[in-house]
């Protein structure tokens, strides 16, 4: 078996790279029973069965939409994110990069997707509870993950961390310009980034500066 000296955990099969961090595996790795063709079809499945469900959700969008009598803009900026969430998971499926990358990265684009809706829109719902939610999901989300792996997890994702502690202050700012009709979930968001940021200080404060030293100089 291979292991990963970064998060200090065993893999079997031909792996080279750790699928939690990437790094790269150290010891001998055991032959996969599956060929690689018999591994290829689980992937080709699941991205046919995303590729209908975004299309049923399409057609959910447009007949809702017309219902609703949305302009034209408001539609296809749905049927816009759809796509993109579509080529985002389809790469995630068929091509297995990082997995806790892929999590940063996906939080990052559905809240560009919710903003993009949100100027078309202009629905105060999608400032008043999804951009919230979203916020604190990822916040949470990464709080687990500094206490699990700690520095290791600083090293590999400061640039993720910087901008999701960023954006937990994004509702406020909805709030401030009159788009949230309903604050409190806002007021949420920024506290638990701010216990983020002090988690992160406690944890893993040396590792926590190296890295951002290395942002702010590159």
């Not at 990963?4 to 099969?13: A, E, K, L, M, V």
């Not at 055991?30 to 080709?44: D, E, G, R, Y």
């Not at 499945?45 to 049923?56: C, P």
């Not at 979203?134 to 910087?162: E, M």
Request: charged share 10%; aromatic share 10%; net charge positive.
């Amino acid at each position: 078996m291979k292991r990963c000296p970064r998060c200090d955990i065993n893999f079997s099969g031909e792996h080279d790279l750790c699928p939690l961090c990437a790094s790269t595996l150290i010891g001998e790795g055991s032959t996969s029973p599956f060929p690689a063709s018999l591994l290829l079809a689980p992937k080709q499945k699941v991205n046919h069965i995303v590729g209908a469900l975004s299309v049923l959700i399409a057609l959910v969008a447009i007949l809702g939409g017309l219902y609703l009598q949305q302009n034209l803009w408001a539609i296809s900026a749905e049927l816009l994110a759809l796509l993109l969430n579509y080529i985002f998971l389809r790469n995630v499926v068929m091509h297995s990069p990082n997995f806790l990358r892929i999590i940063q990265r996906y939080f990052l684009l559905i809240l560009a997707i919710m903003l993009l809706l949100l100027a078309v829109t202009q629905q105060n719902v999608i400032a008043t509870y999804i951009i919230p939610t979203i916020c604190l999901v990822a916040l949470i989300t990464n709080g687990v993950l500094v206490i699990v792996f700690r520095d290791s997890f600083v090293k590999g994702y400061a640039k993720y961390l910087l901008y999701e502690l960023v954006l937990g202050f994004l509702p406020l700012l909805l709030m401030v310009t009159g788009l949230v009709s309903w604050p409190y979930l806002a007021v949420i968001s920024a506290v638990v980034s701010a216990l983020l940021l002090v988690l992160l200080l406690i944890l893993c404060r040396k590792q926590l500066t190296l890295e951002f030293k290395k942002l702010f100089s590159a």
